[in-house]
């Protein structure tokens, strides 16, 4: 949406500004946003279930162990401890996908112009309109996301959501079809 702003009264024409609110990211940064945010979920649906696995593993494992020298009560003890620390375990895997986001924010600021002249092959722009045919009553994978909304994508992804699974492996066809980035050269 497109607001204008009259600054001063004199030469009004002149000085009448156009002032976006909120900006709307071009068409560069959508594609960059899509493949991030496509990445950053499928990289928490696969972090969370294999530290979800990774526990349930440790656990029975000690478990076992624990139920072998010290008898069944002590195997439950350690069993209801390692599912005490889930919590927590998931926390900690949260913080680290936040923090990896945000880091790939930062980054696709600071090189997003040396990446931009790559992006304008048209098959670019099929993952954005692939994202456009859907609405999940969430921000678009195309902007910016923030941690919640990243979480609820990756619960729909989790959940098998019909609408949501479909778009998801399309974009991942989109993905893969991609051309490569070009490698940066040592010589110079």
Do not use: C, H
């Not at 910016?144 to 959940?159: F, G, I, N, P, W």
């Amino acid at each position: 949406m497109v607001i204008k702003e009259r600054v001063g009264s004199e030469r009004q024409g002149e000085q009448d500004r156009d002032v976006v609110s909120p900006r709307e990211p071009g068409r560069e940064r959508k594609i960059m946003n899509l493949i991030v945010n496509t990445s950053i979920i499928l990289m928490s649906t696969l972090m969370g279930g294999l530290s979800q696995v990774m526990v349930d593993t440790m656990g029975m494992a000690a478990s076992g162990m624990a139920g072998a020298m010290g008898g069944e009560k002590a195997g439950e003890e350690v069993s209801q401890e390692f599912e005490q620390k889930r919590p927590e375990i998931d926390e900690k895997m949260k913080t680290m996908i936040s923090d990896i986001r945000k880091d790939v924010y930062v980054q696709l600021g600071e090189k997003g112009k040396e990446i931009e002249p790559f992006l304008s092959d048209p098959v670019f722009d099929l993952g954005p309109k692939k994202v456009e045919a859907y609405d999940f009553k969430l921000p678009k994978l195309t902007e910016e996301l923030d941690d919640a909304s990243l979480a609820r994508y990756a619960q729909l992804l989790v959940s098998e959501d019909p609408g949501f699974s479909a778009l998801f492996n399309e974009l991942g066809d989109w993905m893969n079809a991609l051309p490569k980035f070009p490698e940066k050269s040592n010589n110079g």
